[in-house]
């Protein structure tokens, strides 16, 4: 199975901030990268996919990118709503997801 | 719009077996794969498997073979994931996610989830 990691797993930034989440993948995996925030809960919800592409309804703060094993996702400038875990999942074979990152306030 | 709509919580004891549904709406069933993925408490997302509700074909986790069966009903459009040989550490939020047409490996729409509780 592709491997993923998230870095950090958790961060603490102020609204207004600019965040990046960084995931990698034990392989190439381009462009099958794809973000999910989740609030406490309730489900998933995807925000990026095939490493860049927005998500319709999306908000145009949310950015992704990355290939090969190297991906980000960015946040352009935090809101209130943004405080939650954000998870990255290949879908290159068999699925994999990342450990998450929980994205708290400053 | 989408609509994926999943069954109530359950209880179940060590050994015993769990169906969840998943009935979906607003879009044709058969053209989008679903996924099932689960999160144990305070835990990060595990995909188990999919099923391809046209033909019925199946792809599940290495973890779960021999005791995950995902089946579906296309008459309901409704999809089903039964887990066999329950223990303790199955105790999780189930949820069901279809894929989309041409991204059919990715969870688009997400089902509100399933807690499923196994205690003695």
């Known amino acids: 199975d592709i491997q993923m990691t998230q870095s950090p797993s958790s961060l603490s930034a102020s609204v207004g901030d600019r965040v990046t989440i960084t995931c990698r993948a034990s392989q190439s995996i381009s462009p099958y990268l794809n973000w999910y925030q989740q609030k406490p809960g309730k489900a998933p919800r995807l925000l990026i996919y095939d490493a860049s592409t927005l998500q319709s309804g999306v908000p145009s703060r949310f950015s992704g990118s990355g290939s090969g094993t190297a991906f980000t ?6 809101q209130p709503e943004d405080f ?21 306030i400053k | 719009q989408v609509r994926l709509v999943q069954s109530g919580a359950e209880v179940k004891r060590p ?5 969840v549904s998943c009935k979906t709406a607003g879009y044709t069933f058969t053209d989008s794969y679903m996924h099932w993925v689960r999160q144990a408490p305070g835990q990060g997302l595990e995909w188990m498997g999919w099923i391809n509700p046209n033909r019925g074909g199946t ?5 779960f073979q021999g005791r995950v069966t995902m089946t579906r009903d296309t008459s309901i459009s409704t999809a089903y994931m ?16 279809s894929g989309i047409e041409r991204h059919q490996l990715v969870p688009f729409y997400w089902g509100q989830g399933t807690l499923v509780i196994v205690s003695s």
């Open chain 2, 15 to 19: 050994g015993a077996s769990v169906k």
């Open chain 2, 82 to 97: 039964e887990l066999s040989r329950l223990r303790s550490d199955d105790t999780a939020v189930y949820y069901c996610a």
């Open chain 1, 73 to 78: 996702l960015t946040i352009s400038s935090l």
């Open chain 2, 59 to 63: 792809n599940y986790g290495q973890k």
């Open chain 1, 84 to 104: 939650a875990t954000y998870y990255c999942q290949q879908s290159y074979n068999t699925l994999t997801f990342g450990g998450g990152t929980k994205v708290e």
